[in-house]
C-alpha cells in the first residue's frame, strides 16, 4: 500500500495505523467518532459546508455540560476540535465559547480533504481502515452501510487502487478481493491510555494478513489528538 486513512469508528484505529505504518500523515476522519451510516454518506458528497456551515453543528450535552460537538447531518462526534475547560478533576468540557473555533475546525478539515482527494492518482494504492460497527445497528443495516461505503470510495478514487480493510466487522458480502477483514481480541491499551487497545494484538492481526509494520524509525512521534495537522 502506499497510503493508509483511517476511517473510524473512533480514535483506536488511528492511533494503530499510524503506529504500525509509521506514519503522521492526517486524514479527515482522524480523531472523531464516525458512525458507519454517515461516513458513507459524507464521503459522497464531502462538502465542509454539510458539516460546518451555519446550524450543522450541535451540542452532545450530558451532566449539564457539553461532551462533544456533532455532526446534525451525520452523526461525526468531533470530540478533539474544539477547545475544552476543566469543571472538575478529572473532568474536562467543550468550552462555551466553542463557536468561536469553528473556522479554524473547518479550515483543518479542509486541508486534509484536500490531501485526500489528492491521493487519487493512477499507482496509487490506498488502504482505507474501518474499525468496528455502529454500535446501535443491526447486521443488516451494518452490511448496507459497508456496501454504500464500498461504493463511496470506489467512486471518489477512481484513478487509484482502492482496498478497504474491515476490523472486527461483519463479513462484507461483495466477493472483491480488495476488501479485506480482519478480527482480534481488541482488549483494551494499558491503564490511562485504554483507548488505544492492545498495539500487540493490532500488530499480529495486521501481520497475518500481510500488512506489515515499515522500518523503525528513531525520530517517529507518538501521535495524539491534540496534533493540527
Same mark, same amino acid.
Given at each position: 500500500?502506499?497510503?493508509?486513512?483511517?476511517?473510524?469508528?473512533?480514535?483506536?484505529?488511528?492511533?494503530?495505523?499510524?503506529?504500525?505504518?509509521?506514519? +503522521?500523515?492526517? #486524514?479527515?476522519?482522524?480523531?472523531?467518532? %464516525? =458512525?458507519?451510516?454517515?461516513?458513507?454518506?459524507?464521503? $459522497?458528497?464531502? $462538502? *465542509?459546508?454539510?458539516?460546518?456551515?451555519?446550524?450543522?453543528?450541535?451540542?452532545?450535552?450530558?451532566?449539564?455540560?457539553?461532551?462533544?460537538?456533532?455532526?446534525?447531518?451525520?452523526?461525526? %462526534?468531533?470530540?478533539?476540535?474544539? *477547545?475544552?475547560?476543566?469543571?472538575?478533576?478529572?473532568?474536562?468540557?467543550?468550552? @462555551? &465559547?466553542?463557536?468561536?473555533?469553528?473556522?479554524?475546525?473547518?479550515?483543518? #478539515?479542509?486541508?486534509?480533504?484536500?490531501?485526500?482527494?489528492?491521493?487519487?492518482? =493512477?499507482?496509487?494504492?490506498?488502504?482505507?481502515?474501518?474499525?468496528?460497527? $455502529? =454500535?446501535?445497528?443491526?447486521?443488516?443495516?451494518?452490511?448496507?452501510?459497508?456496501?454504500?461505503? $464500498?461504493?463511496?470510495?470506489?467512486?471518489?478514487? @477512481?484513478?487509484?487502487?482502492?482496498?478497504?480493510?474491515?476490523?472486527?466487522? =461483519?463479513?462484507?458480502?461483495?466477493?472483491? %478481493?480488495?476488501?479485506?477483514?480482519?478480527?482480534?481480541?481488541?482488549?483494551?491499551?494499558?491503564?490511562?491510555?485504554?483507548?488505544?487497545?492492545?498495539?500487540? +494484538?493490532?500488530? &499480529?492481526?495486521?501481520?497475518?494478513?500481510?500488512?506489515?509494520?515499515?522500518? +523503525?524509525? *528513531?525520530?517517529?512521534?507518538? *501521535?495524539?489528538?491534540?496534533?493540527?495537522?
Amino acid at each position: 500500500m502506499t497510503h493508509v486513512v483511517p476511517l473510524g469508528l473512533s480514535c483506536r484505529v488511528t492511533w494503530q495505523v499510524r503506529r504500525h505504518f509509521q506514519t +503522521e500523515v492526517t #486524514h479527515p476522519f482522524d480523531w472523531w467518532i %464516525s =458512525p458507519l451510516y454517515g461516513l458513507a454518506r459524507y464521503l $459522497d458528497a464531502l $462538502d *465542509p459546508n454539510l458539516i460546518f456551515g451555519a446550524g450543522a453543528l450541535v451540542e452532545q450535552v450530558a451532566g449539564g455540560h457539553v461532551q462533544s460537538i456533532v455532526s446534525r447531518e451525520f452523526g461525526f %462526534s468531533l470530540f478533539h476540535d474544539f *477547545p475544552r475547560v476543566q469543571v472538575g478533576a478529572p473532568m474536562r468540557v467543550v468550552s @462555551p &465559547a466553542w463557536r468561536d473555533h469553528v473556522g479554524e475546525a473547518r479550515t483543518r #478539515h479542509e486541508r486534509r480533504l484536500q490531501r485526500l482527494r489528492a491521493l487519487d492518482a =493512477p499507482g496509487n494504492r490506498i488502504l482505507f481502515v474501518r474499525h468496528k460497527p $455502529d =454500535p446501535d445497528a443491526d447486521i443488516g443495516r451494518t452490511r448496507r452501510d459497508l456496501e454504500q461505503l $464500498d461504493r463511496a470510495l470506489v467512486r471518489g478514487w @477512481p484513478k487509484a487502487e482502492v482496498w478497504l480493510l474491515l476490523v472486527n466487522l =461483519p463479513a462484507h458480502t461483495a466477493t472483491a %478481493s480488495r476488501v479485506l477483514t480482519m478480527t482480534l481480541p481488541d482488549t483494551a491499551g494499558p491503564d490511562a491510555e485504554a483507548w488505544r487497545g492492545s498495539d500487540t +494484538e493490532w500488530s &499480529a492481526a495486521l501481520g497475518e494478513i500481510g500488512l506489515f509494520r515499515a522500518p +523503525e524509525r *528513531p525520530d517517529f512521534v507518538s *501521535p495524539t489528538p491534540a496534533e493540527q495537522g
